[in-house]
């Protein structure tokens, strides 16, 4: 074939293949056999093999899976991707509708999407000129990595849109297993003598997190599309329109979503596809509700890790009856002291389990929990199982009620249980107990993860008292450690090169580490963006911190009491004599028109809600306050500004109009 004429016919292969692709795996309605398809495919990996320069990202012969990679890096999702609130019943959706009324000022009733909780894992997949650029796990919601290599191996996703006229579209969706998929992948494990996975879902997490997309290619994983990140973008008005436009892209869109006038249709549905569920091919642990219109959506928000406008109707947990053997009472990082069962090992939906939560001690009085007891256990989804309730009828004769201790079970400190909360607490922040979680917490992985200092190996180290607070950490001398049981010269010098390199931690590791209540993951990562230096969020008020979106009251009380706390301060000290200095990762926003400013929006705006212009401000790189302080930089000041305008005048503050703002966005300085 000429040169010409072969590049004229990939062009025509890929268009076909990706038809026929979309048919097989999208519409379920293929139009050819699977060799006449083998056949158009082996004809295009032919020219290809040719002419090697002519290979597109989003020629169907990417999706087999190429180079082995090293780990995966990561990704910041430009729109946090966040998490649902859960429900149970009728009634947790007729209250959910009845809060939306409240906060929308509103009578008329709402209608809504109702989608199958699909139960597999979340991802985003960033559309490029309609070209898949970028696959990545949700992550904590604000940073995933990037799986793009092993998402091109999942057939339902198209590698190119048709038709698509944005220039930069992110979708979020569930990628999963089906049962049969499962059940033949497990088969062929039990054959080759590899552990088998325990369900559906966790299949589909490991098939994803191989750094040999080859291998992820050999697993029979699918997608559905559910969202994306800036519905404004698509220029649908409601959720159910998305949904059809998502389709024509050719993207894969679940047949069993149904939109619902009213909150009842809503609730009639969840009857439906509980009792449809086992019916399903794949697994789907409840069901989604979503508020329809955008502009609703836009009005009614989200909080820290959920939006307002939906709710997720969970399934009733799987349950199985066995019996109470022993409590034994854990001390946790933050001092609060938690009952834990060891029951006699159940299966409970293909799971043993052997011990379970009894949470705390109110919880224990209401179950009127008893030694011996028989009780009721469930698991639902990932959470660890926890007991519904006893059974009475065969409680053993004479059996003891279950009661919290008066002591700390570590240090014999007198426990506390302030009024109106459910929890015991040691109180002694020198608890032996306390110290050694916030040491086990400080180097595992979603502390330092500092390679070397395993739970065991702090639990040794904290015995011997070579550790106690967490700056001794860096403190570990070589000979000392080389010289201790199952420790030698080689694990002692990796220990210390581990430890150089976790002198250095991103400033959201840090704080993540330190163990601050309220103060995870997805907080730290805030703060981080907030704050510039350690130094910056040492000096920060409770009202600077509250004045970050997406973080509450009571982690900002629990932050400014533990910055306030001398003993807090000593130790950051020490951290800084061991020549630990967290660092401020390079961000993107700092090329943004926002950059640096804080705003405060006060008066009437009448081009934008609120909502529409914090996610503006937020998305271009900049921070919203709530007050006129010392930090704000600026003030849009809409129709009948009162008092903050008055104030912010007073300091000489930046005052903006909601058409210079507007234009500010576009990178025109406002004078
Ligand atoms: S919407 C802001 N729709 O459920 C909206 N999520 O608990 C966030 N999921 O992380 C998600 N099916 O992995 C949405 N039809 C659906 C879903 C769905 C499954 C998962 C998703 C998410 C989790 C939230």
């Not at 130790?571 to 800084?576: G, N, S």
Request: net charge negative; proline share 5%; with cysteine.
């Amino acid at each position: 074939m000429k040169r010409m004429d072969a590049e004229k016919r990939l062009a025509e292969l890929r268009q076909i293949l990706a038809e026929h692709a979309h048919r097989y795996y999208v519409l379920d309605d293929p139009l050819i056999s699977d060799g006449e398809y083998d056949r158009l495919f082996q004809e295009l990996l032919q020219i290809e093999e040719k002419y090697p320069d002519w290979v597109t990202p989003d020629s169907p012969s990417q999706r087999v899976g190429g180079a082995v990679l090293d780990k995966f890096e990561q990704v910041e999702h430009r729109i946090p991707m966040l998490s649902l609130e859960n429900g149970f019943d009728d009634q947790d959706l007729r209250d959910f509708e009845e809060r939306l009324l409240r906060y929308l000022r509103r009578e008329e009733p709402l209608s809504y999407m109702a989608e199958p909780k699909l139960d597999g894992l979340a991802v985003e997949l960033v559309y490029e000129e309609g070209v898949f650029v970028l696959g990545s796990t949700r992550g904590n919601g604000i940073v995933g990595e990037d799986i793009t290599a092993q998402l091109k191996t999942v057939s339902s996703i198209p590698l190119r849109l048709q038709n698509s006229s944005i220039s930069r579209l992110e979708v979020r969706g569930e990628v999963f297993m089906e049962h049969s998929g499962f059940a033949a992948l497990n088969e062929q494990r039990a054959q080759e003598g590899e552990p088998l996975f325990a369900n559906p879902r966790n299949a589909a997490a490991g098939s994803l997190r191989q750094l040999d997309p080859k291998i992820t290619a050999r697993r029979p994983l699918r997608f559905f599309v559910y969202g994306v990140s800036q519905p404004s973008l698509t220029g649908c008005t409601d959720q159910q329109k998305m949904f059809s436009f998502l389709a024509d892209l050719g993207l894969p869109v679940n047949a069993h979503i149904r939109y619902c006038p009213d909150i009842e249709t809503v609730i009639k549905r969840l009857a439906e596809l509980t009792a449809m569920r086992h019916d399903l091919p794949y697994e789907i642990d409840g069901m989604v509700v979503k508020v329809n219109d955008f502009s609703l959506q836009e009005r009614l928000g989200a909080k820290a890790r959920a939006p307002r406008w939906a709710i997720a109707c969970k399934f009733p947990a799987v349950q199985a009856t066995t019996q109470i053997m022993s409590v034994e009472f854990q001390v946790g990082r933050t001092g609060a002291v938690t009952p834990v069962a060891s029951l006699v090992p159940v299966d409970v939906g293909g799971v043993i389990v052997s011990r379970a939560t009894l949470h705390n001690g109110e919880e224990i009085e209401r179950k009127d929990l008893h030694l011996g007891d028989t009780v009721l256990i469930q698991r639902a989804g990932d959470v660890i199982p926890e007991i519904v309730k006893a059974v009475p009828e065969k409680r053993p004769a004479g059996a003891q009620v279950i009661t919290m201790p008066e002591r700390c079970p570590v240090c014999d400190h007198r426990l506390e249980k302030p009024e109106g909360e459910a929890v015991t607490r040691c109180p002694n922040p020198h608890c032996p107990a306390q110290r050694l979680r916030a040491l086990v917490h400080f180097c595992s992985k979603s502390g330092l993860d500092i390679d070397g200092m395993g739970k065991k190996s702090v639990e040794q180290l904290f015995a011997l008292k070579l550790i106690q607070d967490l700056p001794d950490v860096f403190l570990l001398q070589y000979e000392k450690l080389a010289s201790l049981d199952g420790w030698g010269e080689k694990s002692a010098h990796k220990l210390l090169e581990a430890l150089e390199d976790a002198k250095k931690p991103s400033l959201s590791r840090f704080l993540a580490a330190l163990g601050i209540r309220y103060v995870g993951e997805v907080t730290a990562a805030l703060l981080e963006r907030t704050f510039k230096s350690l130094e910056q969020f040492i000096a920060a008020s409770e009202a600077d911190l509250l004045a970050i979106e997406g973080i509450g009251e009571q982690a900002a009380r629990s932050i400014a009491e533990y910055n306030d706390d001398p003993s807090v301060q000593q130790m950051f000290a020490r951290f800084r004599e061991a020549g630990v200095h967290p660092q401020i990762a390079v961000q993107s926003e700092e090329k943004l028109p926002l950059s640096g400013e804080v705003l405060l929006f006060t008066g009437t705006l009448k081009l934008l809600s609120r909502n529409e212009a914090k996610k503006l401000v937020k998305e271009n790189g900049g921070q919203i306050t709530s007050g006129v302080t010392k930090k704000m930089t600026c003030l849009v000041a809409g129709e009948k500004a009162g008092s903050k305008l008055k104030k912010a005048e007073k300091l000489g503050k930046k005052i903006l109009s909601e058409e210079e703002f507007l234009q500010m966005l576009k990178g025109e300085a406002a004078e």
